[in-house]
């Protein structure tokens, strides 16, 4: 998967969030994009999201819930040792009250909290707050 997909998807959540859109609809798709929505929902930062027609080009439709500040997919791969992720999410995100990092692990996608928590590092996929 092109991590220009992830990122324009990212990048449009972030623009409906900010006119106030209460619903958004992504093109094209892709597994790693529906990974990083379910950590998106779990962590309470968007209500809801469905899946269209996934074996073809398919849509993402996303319920949004105004909690959303900025969101990022980097461009370039970036690998990250399990002791070295509180470091990185120091510098990464604005504060460590909120904000996650997600990223791609042995033991799947994941956020920074849960890779911690198994001890497991990866490459970092993106992050939002």
């Known amino acids: 998967m092109g991590r220009r997909i992830l990122n324009d998807a990212l990048r449009t959540i972030v623009n409906a969030e ?3 859109k209460a619903s958004v609809e992504l093109k094209p798709i892709s597994t790693v994009m529906s990974s990083f929505l379910r950590i998106m929902k779990e ?3 968007i209500k809801n999201f469905q899946v269209y027609d996934p074996h073809r080009v398919g849509r993402i439709t996303v319920d949004l819930q105004g909690r959303v500040n900025d969101c990022k997919a980097l461009t370039y791969r970036q690998d990250v040792r399990a002791k ?3 470091k990185y999410t120091e510098r990464t995100l604005p504060t460590r009250q909120w904000g996650y990092v997600v ?3 042995p ?3 994941l956020d920074h909290e ?3 928590k198994r001890n497991v590092g990866g490459q970092v996929l993106g992050f939002f707050y």
Do not use: C, F, P, S
Request: glycine residues 16%; hydrophobic residues 30%; negative net charge.
């Open 43 to 45: 962590k309470g930062y």
């Open 107 to 109: 033991d799947g996608i």
């Open 103 to 105: 990223m791609t692990t």
């Open 84 to 86: 070295e992720i509180e």
């Open 18 to 20: 900010r006119r106030g």
């Open 114 to 116: 849960e890779a911690i």
